[in-house]
């Protein structure tokens, strides 16, 4: 039944195909579908046995030493094909696999049948007062030392068999608390299966419900035709539009700033003409004056004559350097450039941009019929995939599963109880087998307490206490209880050992390393006249690669179940997903988009010829080269700071008087022309040569400028006029593009989530895995296999407690005759009193023996 639930399901979910679920952040300029709703699953498919795994790998490893040969995979394909035994070797192969367990059973039923033989022969021989039945003790020296031993080797003994009953014990409940806890796991399984097929729909729903986005983004493009497309056109036609235009209106800043120069050029050189003659004056005048000075009767001192020479020598300092009267004007290039100016050329140039700015406007007023059926087109679009996911009978096929669903966990918890009872007489059945264990190591406990604490080791063998004596026969009651119960401890043994090693051996190492299913995937294994069954089962079709292996991996993953299954075969999501079915009436239509802009005019006639007049007003023929000359001139000819300051250092070398005083009359003099009248003319020169130098930049090559920026006008426009049009189409195929990529987006989002999100199989994977891994191999195997290592090593173990509980009972059990020497050292057997044998039989006299005595056991 649990077969047929899975397979249902599966074809259910190949029926059903359904959503995706991204779960990652979709990068930049791609669309986010958001994340598919889908429920997580409770059932953890992994079981951590805990304390007692420890006990579980030392079995495992035992279980290793016996039978460490590989997994047998030809011999169980030729069991399933029914071929065993066609040739002789199968048999061999068989028994060298199985040599571990057979030689250790052959053991274990040798164990069976000598055991209680043995003790049968042993009873009966010590019922004829052999075999240790005699109640008589030999004296030996080295008594005390055997007995020492026997008592430590039965110890020994009696705990690994009480190790191995706590093992036994603990697998025994392990198994029970397991059983019982499992309901809670099968609860979780079925409530996963039920998740699986109510998720479904939703998932189903959601995948389509998406499409929504894609269309709402399309639409969103088509509605922004103009930022997008005609964007994009603008971009590309202005890598060449905006440069010219750019270049126009640079020259247009260029006349201003040509006007602003000459300008500047005029005003300084008159400035500059005006200035150096007022300063000429007023040079001529301090010189006179100086010259006036020095020649007053004080300067023919001794003292001041040298000075006053100095002084009278440098006055032909104070002059004009710079002389501006020759140079020419620049009236008739102003007068040129103000004419050009009349007509606003970076008006012309705005126009221009502006023009050039409004494509986006004119794509969008010539694509509205065209986008009105692109719209159109993906409305009906839509209306297919809906109609489409309404012909998939889903409701119907999850109605059907799970009212089978229902019916199958109702079987299971009837049938629970059932299985709770049973596993209630398995672990009473165990127990008893524990508690017989547990008797005869009681006996061994007991006898060696009571012997140990109650032997006197001056009391000879016929006066041994009372709880000596009790010891000793607590253990042969645990040998006699050995006896008894030792066969039928290692028939359960070798029982469960065979059963429980080969199902690890053959089912649980197997799957864990998935060779099982490699031996599943045979062809022609399960079905002689099919090559591959899980897809002769699922598609009626044995020749399409679906291997057990590759589903249950897959699933182990969370796949989706269309990519487990290879669903494929039953419905091609790729021809439902084809995108040219979606998207070739949008590209026809997108392709069928014609812009015209031949209406834009980047520079009319009247402004190239406004650029041409400008490059014919003659700024290049400035004489600059006699500008420069003046320029870079000082003003006078000597710095008047450092004349006036020379000339006042001077006056204080001179005697104090009226001399002295008015040379520094004179120094501060010029100081006052120098900041009056040579600051600002120097502050003129500055400005003439600031223009100068700028209309000398201008003019240079200012025809080819000219010329090269009307070109450039000329093959933006030419561009715009003739070749926008393949720009246009490229730029369309590419907006095109776009539009079409959102629906790849969409079609490759719903395959991967289809691959790998939807109807993720993740509960049929935990179905196997609870199934076999967990419960047959987890709680029942390993459980088992620990019950027959605790169980099988007490039992064997039993052995040596018996020999020892033998031979240890004889120093504790009160004897009815030792043997009795008068003179140990001298006294020669035929003296002693009695006979031949030398016995003392303490009951006939009635005396206690004082003669140091020595013991040894006889059987």
Known sequence: MAVELCLLL????????????????????????????????????????????????????????????PFPQDLIRKLAQQKFGNTQGDYQKAIYYEIGFIVSAALGLLFILLLPLVGLCFCMCRCCDNCGGEMHQRQKKNADCQRSCFATFLFVASLIISVGVLCAYAANQHLTSQVRGAKKLVNSNFKDLKVFLNDTPAQIDYLVSQYNTTKDKALSDLNNVGPLLGSRVQEQLGKEVRPALDAALTMAGAIRETKEALENVSVSVEVLQEGTERLHANLTDVKMHLSNTLNDSACAAAQAASTCNIIRNSLNQLNINANFSGLPGVSSQLAKVNDVLKIDLSSLVQKGYAAFNDTPDLVVNQTKNILSDIKNVLESIGSNISNFTKTLPVQKIIADLTIYLTQSEAYVQDYFPVVEQYDFYRWLGCLILCCMVVLIVIFYYLGLLCGTCGYDKHASPTTRGCISNTGGNFLMAGVGFSFLFSWVLMIVVVLTFVTGGNIEKLVCEPFEDKTLFKVLDTPYLLNQHWKNYLSGILFKNPNINLTFEKVYSDCKENKGIYTSLHLEHLFNINEFLNISMYTEDVALRIEHIQINLSKIILLDEIGKENLLNFSSSG?????????????????????????????????????????????????????????????????????????????????????VKVKNVISAVNAAQLLINNNASLVIVQETKKYMDTIVGYFEQYIEWVKESIAMEV????????????????FLCSYVTDSVNTFWFGLGGSSIFLIPAIIFAVKLSKYYRRMDTEDVYDDVETIPLENMENGNNGYHKEHLYGIHNPVITSSVEQW
């Open 10 to 69: 599966l074809l259910f979910c190949g029926s059903t195909i359904s959503e995706v679920q991204p779960i990652y952040k979709p990068p930049p300029g791609t669309l986010d579908f958001g994340f598919v709703p889908a429920k997580t699953y409770d059932t953890g498919a992994y079981h951590e046995p805990g304390p007692i795994g420890i006990l579980f790998k030392v079995v495992h490893a035992f279980l290793y030493l016996v039978q460490p040969n």
């Open 619 to 703: 700024i290049e023929g400035i004489n600059f080269g006699a500008y420069l000359t003046e320029i870079n001139k000082s003003v006078t000819k000597v710095d008047l700071l450092s004349f006036a300051n020379d000339l006042e250092a001077r006056a204080d070398q001179l005697p104090k008087g009226a001399l002295e005083n008015a040379l520094k009359g004179h120094a501060n003099n010029i100081r006052m022309i120098h900041s009056q009248q040579v600051v600002p003319l120097e502050q003129a020169m500055s400005t003439l040569n600031q223009s100068i130098r700028l209309l000398k930049r201008t003019s240079s090559e200012l025809m």
């Open 759 to 774: 109807a993720a199989c993740k509960p049929i994977a935990n179905v196997i895995d609870t199934a076999v891994d967990i």
